[in-house]
């Protein structure tokens, strides 16, 4: 077949970008069209998404794809944040960041009115306060102008499909994030909503990943896996049903695909999440924040003179002594931004650990730290399944990250295969030439992923080492 091109539109809390993806019926190739940042931006306490750089960034990376002639357009983004839109159809401000300090003490509150054990049996969904839930709690408590006036909710990518095609709807594997779908009917869970008095008029329909939305420009909009490691995972280029995954960038979501959620106590107790996937699958995983931490590490330093980029600091880490302190990744100052080192430092203090002392100690730290996680969650993932894992993929921009890779096999115990760094915009586009007819299935579409991608694969090694580490890491 002649070659056909689509555009994938993937914005990340770090950065975005627009991304031709060319496909010749057997192969693709990635063509990066335009690359712009992303951050929070901080105004008179709140931290807020700047929605309309954004969407004047997008529509800058797509200009340049029409010169491609590309048949479709799809758009993915991070979970949890939305926008309100008024009885006009107009954003009633900016959306607001997850980080924000706004849903402090919200997850209490709502479990005075809605147990936790229901919340689950419901959702599905880990607990965390970074919650689209939370967030909805907080407009109601605080009695917000905005909330009363709202007459749509839109997750961040549904937001920006509306204003290319002016067509309102939620993707299901991004709604699936918010902590307010139920997860058997896969719609909105519309009594705990009520029990919350969260208006439950404002949220549209729900559609399934590979639905057209509309057109831009006369270019088909098709909705992907619009959150983002849902498009990742579609992108997992596995040849075992017995696989594990880890969509590795400023978060790590460790998981595997399952046939059905997981909703009863011992998945609550092993702190699980069941996000919608492709073709009716779950994806049962564990948030760990992830390379947020060495990001806020590397801004902290560069503010200070000393601008590292991310290959020296895993060179510096991996000179570093091995296993001389652990940090707990779920630690709510770790969650927002701000002096990192330090506050690996103090945590370091506080239990009684060696004291990292230079930017190497401090990597370490974390990227050991986050090895044992994953086995801790894979070690949970296994027991509430059954499930056998033989082999773990790590995808996105943190599989570059060799030294993290092999400490992961390491610490696991199981073979790891890094690929593809751009997992996110591979998958995007897989399921838009699904939805066109170009590819058959997603098997047909993973593939594809093998066939163009080079993928590493990383063995075990020191496997008794790392369990004597792990058994420390578990006392910490």
């Keep these: 077949m002649s070659r056909i091109t689509v555009l994938a539109v993937d914005v990340g809390a770090e950065s975005g970008r627009v991304m031709a993806v060319h496909f010749d019926g057997a192969g693709m190739h990635l063509e990066e069209l335009h690359r712009f940042p992303n951050g929070a931006v901080e105004v008179q306490g709140t931290l807020y998404w700047d929605f309309l750089r954004l969407w004047s960034e997008i529509q ?20 949890v944040d939305f926008g309100l839109l008024d009885k006009d159809d107009r954003l009633l401000g900016n959306p ?12 209490e509150l709502t479990f005075a009115r809605a147990p936790k054990e229901q919340i689950f049996a419901r959702t599905g969904i880990q607990f965390m306060r970074i919650n689209t839930l939370y967030q909805l709690v907080n407009l ?5 102008p905005q909330l009363e006036a709202a007459r749509t909710f839109l997750t961040a990518p549904d937001l920006l499909n509306y204003w290319l095609t002016g067509e309102k709807v939620n993707e299901y594997t991004i709604a699936s994030t918010t902590q307010m779908l139920d997860a058997q009917t896969r719609n909105w869970a519309t009594d705990l909503l009520t029990t919350l008095d969260i208006p439950t008029h404002i949220f549209p329909d729900i559609v399934q990943p590979g639905t057209k939305v509309g057109a831009f420009g006369g270019i088909p909009v098709i909705a992907p896996a619009c959150h983002d490691t849902g498009s990742a995972v579609a992108a997992t280029p596995t040849e075992t049903a017995d696989y594990g995954y880890i969509s590795s960038g400023t978060w790590s979501l460790v998981g595997l695909e399952t046939k059905q959620p997981f909703l009863g106590p011992d998945a609550l107790a092993a702190n699980v999440t069941n996000e919608g996937g492709l073709n009716g699958r779950v994806r049962l995983l564990t948030n760990v924040v992830g390379l947020w931490l060495v990001q806020q590490c590397r801004a902290t330093w560069r503010k200070a003179g000393r601008d590292y980029d991310y290959g020296a600091l895993v060179r510096l880490a991996k000179e570093a ?31 009684g650990q060696p004291f990292p002392e230079d930017e190497g100690a401090i990597i370490r ?41 092999q400490m992961t096999a390491n610490a696991t115990g199981r073979p790891v295969v890094a690929g593809p760094v751009e997992a996110t915009v591979v998958g995007n ?11 058959k299935d997603l098997h047909e579409a993973r593939q594809v992923v093998i066939q163009s991608e080079g993928l590493i694969r990383f063995e075990p090694r020191d496997t008794d080492v790392w369990e004597e580490a792990f058994q420390r890491y578990q006392q910490r």
């Design 96 to 107: 607001v960041c997850y980080r924000d300090k706004r849903t402090e003490g919200m997850m």
């Design 60 to 79: 800058l990376g797509i200009e340049k794809g029409k010169a491609y002639h590309p048949i479709s357009i799809g758009v993915d983004t991070w979970g």
């Design 140 to 144: 109601v408590e605080s009695g917000s």
């Design 321 to 351: 002594p091995p296993f001389r302190t652990f940090i707990d990744l779920g630690l709510p100052e770790f969650l927002i931004p701000g002096d990192h080192p330090a506050l690996v430092r103090a945590y370091c203090a506080q239990t």
């Design 365 to 405: 730290t974390i990227l050991e730290s986050l090895a044992l996680e994953y086995r801790v969650i894979y070690d949970r993932l296994a027991k509430l399944t059954g499930n056998t894992i033989d082999v773990i993929h790590i995808l996105g921009g943190g599989s570059q990250n060799q030294l993290l890779n």
């Design 429 to 439: 586009a897989l399921v838009q030439l699904i939805a066109l007819g170009e590819l």
